[in-house]
């Protein structure tokens, strides 16, 4: 049986991804909510949608098969039937902060006068108070209803699908996020792999699902072949999460290393993809400022230990690091806005390291990042840029945005 998930590299050539196209969540909040959303700025929805179609529209015009989240989990919910919205329904409103009590049952009131679709568009998107029919007469709901807007928020970080999930091999991870703006999106991941006949049912493996305590991104995950991952010690991703999941990966999979590399724990950089990302089978994106003195990083190489524990090489040559572990004489790492600090830092801001590559040397990019594209062009790569303006304002850009579902081996 071919699994519905096969991802064996950052690069082979892309067949299958799954998008989410920005909806209402992406508006739908205030100035004060932003920092709280891990959001800059409010986007301009129209336009947002219509630069993420142009995203989807490249990606289809190179033969790839464009999956959507926002569909797959509401025919998930369809071919489950009635327990499994209710079960989803339930577990969505104690994650949203209702467990019970007169709130949690307005809302599931309201939601289950939807369709399915309705109901996942809706949950995506936030439910304002005052739309929901609901007079508190206990002091508990009335107490709670005064001041602040929302009953659930919107999730304006679900066009970001690279994160809440990550394929790896013939399975995947689906991630416990670390800030409470996003815990709630692994859910519908959740879902579609258990549910959705596409994947329920079809020897999809789980490395590590929703159910932790510590915290890991798919952001940070990178598949760097059948047996070597790349994983970023940041602010998203937890030291302990990663031991973790290396674990599993060593004991039920084809995978022998984990390079666990650290990187400054901030917003601009909070993923390892933000500022380092494969995109040949010798060539990688880096951005100048994660490399200390002499162009050192901290690295830890972890391998299979005795007895199920890990081993751990820590080295600060990362070019080193990486053409020992994938075999290689020699390796590109091509810096983010050619190296200038200005442009660096200007174009590492709205993704300018952030590439999606979908075969071995052909990336997408944002345009903005006029710097680093021509600097990759001219180090032989052939660049598909897509527009901007709108979509780089969640501080995320082309590989954010897509979760390869499948990939040919290189
Ligand atoms: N893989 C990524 N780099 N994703 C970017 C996510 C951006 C999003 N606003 C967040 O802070 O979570």
């Known amino acids: 049986m071919t699994s519905p998930i096969h991802v064996t590299s950052e690069i082979g050539k892309l067949k299958t991804v799954l998008l989410k196209r920005p909806g209402r969540e992406i508006e739908n909040f205030t100035p004060d909510m932003m920092p709280r959303l891990l959001f800059d700025d409010i986007p301009y929805l129209p336009i947002a949608q219509k630069e993420h179609d142009y995203f989807a529209d490249t990606l289809r015009d190179n033969g790839v098969e464009v999956l959507y989240l926002e569909k797959l989990a509401a025919e998930a919910l369809d071919a489950g039937g009635d327990k499994v919205r209710d079960d989803f329904l339930e577990q969505m409103l104690t994650e949203s902060g209702y467990a019970a009590g007169a709130i949690h049952d307005a809302l599931k009131e309201y939601l289950d006068s939807m369709n399915n679709q309705d109901m996942v568009n809706k949950i995506m998107e936030g439910i304002r108070k005052n739309e929901v029919d609901f007079v508190p007469t206990d002091l508990v709901s009335a107490a709670e209803t005064e001041g602040y807007e929302f009953y659930m928020d919107p999730m304006p970080n ?179 806005g050619n190296g200038d600090p200005i442009i660096a830092g200007r174009e590492q801001w709205n993704d300018g390291s952030n590439t999606l590559a979908i075969a071995p040397g052909v990336v997408v990019t944002y345009n903005r990042n006029y710097v680093s594209n021509d600097l990759l062009r001219k180090h032989g790569l052939k660049v598909l840029e897509v527009i901007s303006s709108e979509l780089s304002r969640g501080r995320g850009g082309p590989r954010c945005m897509s979760c390869p579902i499948v990939r040919e081996d290189i």
């Open 158 to 336: 679900l066009y970001f699908t690279r994160d809440p999930s990550a394929s790896i091999g013939e399975g995947l991870s689906i991630n416990h996020m670390t800030f409470p703006a996003r815990q709630r999106e692994s859910l519908f991941n959740e879902i579609v792999i258990k549910y959705h006949p596409r994947f329920a049912n079809q020897g999809v493996h789980v490395w590590r699902d929703r159910n932790h305590d510590t915290r890991i991104e798919g952001g940070d995950e990178l598949v760097l072949n059948d047996h070597v991952m790349a994983i970023g010690v940041s602010q998203r991703t937890s030291a302990d999460a990663i031991q973790d999941i290396a674990k599993s990966l060593f004991k039920e999979g084809h995978f022998d290393t984990v390079i666990a590399i650290k990187i400054p724990h901030n917003h601009a950089m909070m993923h390892l993809d933000t500022v380092f990302t494969m995109i040949n089978y010798d060539q990688f994106t880096v951005h100048p400022g994660i490399l200390g003195e002499g162009g050192h990083i901290d690295t830890w190489t972890i391998t299979p230990g005795q007895n199920g524990e890990l081993n751990l090489d820590h080295r600060t040559d990362l070019k080193q690091v990486l053409k020992d572990a994938l075999k290689l004489d020699d390796l590109d790492l091509i810096p983010t």
